[in-house]
């Protein structure tokens, strides 16, 4: 069973930034893909981010994109989100996800999700 820890999160002013961290118990097939998702209240949980990890390849959603940055540490078998220039429509619940046999913006395919970590910025 695949676990991942989530941190980094807090509260800034529009055009801070913050870095999530997710941390998996594995780095296995099992977490080939990793994803960040979003969930704001009142509003469906959104992909933000996601990287395949056996080859680097990382797409971002368009609202993302040029503002956020998802890395990985292989060796601490860790996933991050830098996010810099945040707005007010960024702030939600930030959850890590993995799962096997690549990456797609369906949530309902991951098999593996952190526990969330709040993003709030004020404007």
């Known amino acids: 069973q695949v676990q991942l820890a989530e941190s980094g999160g807090g509260s800034v002013q529009a055009g801070g930034s913050l870095r999530l961290s997710c941390a998996a118990s594995?780095?296995?097939?099992?977490?080939?893909?990793m994803a960040w998702f979003r969930q704001a209240p009142g509003k469906e949980r959104e992909g933000v981010a996601r990287?395949?990890?056996?080859?680097?390849?990382?797409i971002y959603a368009d609202s993302v994109k040029g503002r956020f940055t998802i890395s990985q540490d292989n060796t601490k078998n860790t996933v991050y989100l830098q996010m810099n220039s945040l707005k007010p429509e960024d702030t939600a619940v930030y959850y890590c996800?993995?799962?096997?046999?690549?990456?797609?913006?369906?949530?309902?395919?991951?098999?593996?999700w952190g526990q969330g970590t709040q993003v709030t910025v004020s404007s």
């Open positions: 996800a993995a799962k096997a046999n690549g990456c797609t913006w369906d949530r309902g395919l991951y098999g593996y």
């Open positions: 594995e780095y296995s097939y099992r977490t080939d893909c």
């Open positions: 990287v395949y990890r056996p080859y680097g390849i990382i």
